[in-house]
């Protein structure tokens, strides 16, 4: 039975008590707290922990930084794009380099044809 049927048949996940102040996970999706110790959401099922691509350390998806390295634990959108876009630069250099030896070879043959017509 997945959460979506329970919430149908008007079933309500109880999860912790907010009120009593128990330790738990609390979902990045639904924000729904979980008992500790679950790799994944009661609700809905998306995982709970992320580890450290640094050091290897286990730690909860809500985290933006790693426990133990203090390290980021997901790259950021404009990290992603200054990436993309320096492979941009680099693919864009090597195609003017490409386009500027063809046209070379095109003038020394051009070259190597106006010589001989002349002769």
Partial sequence: MTANE???KGEVTVGIDRTKNQPGVLCPRCDHLNYLG???CERCGTDLYIKCRHCGH???RVYTRCQ???KRL???IFSRRHHHRRSFL???GWQFFQILLV????AAVLGLLYLLYRM
């Fill in 6 to 8: 329970d919430l149908s």
């Fill in 58 to 60: 286990r730690n909860m």
């Fill in 103 to 106: 046209l070379l070879g095109i």
């Fill in 68 to 70: 133990k390295c203090r």
């Fill in 38 to 40: 679950q790799d994944g």
């Fill in 74 to 76: 997901q790259r950021g």
């Fill in 90 to 92: 680099r693919r864009a």
